[in-house]
């Protein structure tokens, strides 16, 4: 079973720990009801660190997820998302994700984490028409989801951009909480929006 970059400070902290999609993760602190209110009025993290991670790059990027994504990828300009899935060759659906343009030429899909290595090799496949450097970095990547009505004002003082003009499904690459280069953004669907 694999762990997250903060799988022993969840376990520090009392965390209720179960196996999801190879990963160990955490369940809850407090119980479902107090953590839904926590997040409904105020403000929750969750570690989501098990998702995927894929950078897709070159003069073929576009091309190529325009053929393996239903929505129209062409329509992102740097500093926008779009959820979108990954269709199947029978009209079913493969699995969901988010698309991020990243810059030109530059787009990162996040994928659920059971799902992983079934959508690397899907998009793979695709890959032989279009030759796009494409690589995993599922296992390089954290990933947090700060969501609820007062996350903004948890998160404000840990980054130098000012996070209440980020829209939703719009990202931004910044400092946070003394780290380089994060990506932020505004594409939570929990039901409580946030980052």
């Known amino acids: 079973m694999k762990n997250t970059a903060l799988t022993k400070t969840h376990e520090k902290l ?3 720990m179960v196996p999801f999609a190879g990963y160990n993760m955490p369940v809850s602190y407090e119980g479902v009801n107090a953590e839904h209110e926590t997040v409904r009025k ?3 993290v969750f570690d989501v660190s098990h ?13 190529l997820i325009q053929k393996v994504t239903s929505n129209d990828a062409s329509k992102l300009t740097i500093g926008r998302a779009q959820y979108s899935c990954l269709p199947n060759e029978t009209g079913g659906i493969v699995d969901d994700l988010i698309v ?3 810059k ?3 787009y990162l899909l996040v994928v659920n984490a059971s799902n992983i290595d079934k959508d690397w090799a899907h998009i793979s496949k695709y890959n032989v028409d279009y030759n796009a450097d494409m690589r995993n970095l599922s296992e390089d990547y ?6 609820g009505p007062k996350a903004v004002e948890a998160m404000q003082s840990l980054t130098s951009v000012d996070l209440s003009r980020i829209k939703f499904y719009h990202f931004e690459v910044a400092d946070f909480a003394g780290i ?14 946030r980052f």
Request: net charge negative.
């Open 14 to 16: 009392g965390a209720k």
């Open 104 to 106: 030109e030429e530059q």
């Open 51 to 63: 998702m995927g991670e894929f950078l897709i790059s070159g003069p073929n990027a576009l091309d």
């Open 42 to 44: 105020g403000v929750g």
């Open 180 to 193: 380089e280069y994060v990506i932020i953004s505004a594409t939570g669907y929990t039901g409580s929006r």
């Open 100 to 102: 991020y343009k990243i």
């Open 142 to 147: 954290s990933l947090l989801a700060i969501q």
